[in-house]
Nanobody
Framework: QVQLVESGGGLVQAGGSLRLSCAAS????????IGWFRQAPGKEREFVAR????????FYADSVKGRFTISRDNAKNTVYLQMNSLKQEDTAVYYC???????????????WGQGTQVTVST
């Protein structure tokens, strides 16, 4: 069993920064992909970024490219999402998830955290 716990969300002004963390316990990340997704009220869950744990290969949604950075800390079994130049449209609940396939589809991820709220004010 895998447990994922997100932290680091909060309220920030537009243009500000936040760093989200996703800490795992149970099975390690070593053979998997970790993805960040977000869901705003009334909208579907959407892909934000992913990282292949072994190689560190990353991929971003166009909407966050150049502003968000996904990274990992092997020793801490933690994945981070550094979010800079935040916009009001980034407001959502952010989830991390672990999957087997290097995919942007939520359906390809097997384990999910509980989510952390990010609110960007104008």
């Amino acid at each position: 069993q895998v447990q994922l716990v997100e932290s680091g969300g909060g309220l920030v002004q537009a243009g500000g920064s936040l760093r989200l963390s996703c800490a795992a316990s149970g099975r390690t990340f070593s053979r998997y992909v970790i993805g960040w997704f977000r869901q705003a009220p009334g909208k579907e869950r959407e892909f934000v970024a992913r990282i292949r744990w072994n190689s560190g290969t990353t991929f971003y949604a166009d909407s966050v490219k150049g502003r968000f950075t996904i990274s990992r800390d092997n020793a801490k079994n933690t994945v981070y999402l550094q979010m800079n130049s935040l916009k009001q449209e980034d407001t959502a609940v952010y989830y991390c998830a672990q999957g087997t396939y290097y995919s942007g589809s939520p359906n390809d991820y097997d384990y999910w955290g509980q989510g952390t709220q990010v609110t960007v004010s104008t």
